[in-house]
């Protein structure tokens, strides 16, 4: 994986701005923003976020795949430009629950968080905090409207599973088992032998 400056000039303007989820900067914290991050280059294989490790970057994919790793397991793939991950680094400050890699030739945006801080201290710049915060939540959002959606879609697959399988079962035939018989038909004889 190759890093790079990301150079950007304010006056061309950067397909990088029209990210939804950069709307909640202004054009002023747009330009710090990406003046402060670094581009990524990735190979297929190369990992970007580490599962276990503490990193406070947060990622905007530009072109490319990338897979979503738990432990062995895929568990996700991000694959559209201008989707952002690894943003829960900025609310919780603690270790990745994820690996994120690339799957294919992938270029990322990487913007530091703490590096926007330290130029941006949260008591002279509360606006740009908010903004900041503001991002996080619209792509939280983002994602658990996505999670609802894929919830209901599965609860209502699981449903239709279970009306199958109880359409399918048949009800248990009356035969009872010959031992069964026996006992019974002993029990029987006892019972007309106690009568007369």
């Known amino acids: 994986m190759k890093e790079f400056a ?7 303007g950067s397909p990088v701005k029209t990210v939804p989820a950069l709307a909640s900067f202004n054009e002023e914290q747009l330009d710090e923003v990406l003046n402060s991050s670094s581009l990524l280059q990735c190979e297929p294989g190369d990992v970007i976020i580490k599962e276990g490790t503490i990193d406070s970057r947060i990622y905007i994919l530009l072109s490319g795949e990338l897979e979503v790793r738990v432990g062995d397991k895929r568990v996700a793939a991000i694959s559209r430009a201008g989707e952002v991950f690894g943003e829960l680094a900025l609310v919780n400050q603690d270790k990745r ?13 990487a913007v530091d968080q703490k590096f926007l801080q330290d130029i941006h201290p949260r008591e002279e710049d509360p606006d740009f905090h908010a903004s900041l915060y503001e991002f996080v939540a619209r792509l939280v959002v983002r994602k658990l409207e996505a999670t609802s959606r894929r919830l209901a879609e599965v609860e209502k697959e699981l449903r239709q599973l279970r009306e199958a399988a109880a359409a399918d079962v048949k009800p248990a035939s009356p035969v009872i088992p010959r031992a069964a018989r026996k006992v019974k038909a002993r029990v029987t004889a006892r019972k007309t032998v106690r009568r007369r």
Do not use: T
Request: net charge positive; with cysteine.
């Open 97 to 109: 629950l994820a690996s994120v890699i690339a799957s294919s030739k992938a270029v990322c945006l």
């Open 6 to 12: 990301y150079i950007h000039d304010s006056k061309q």
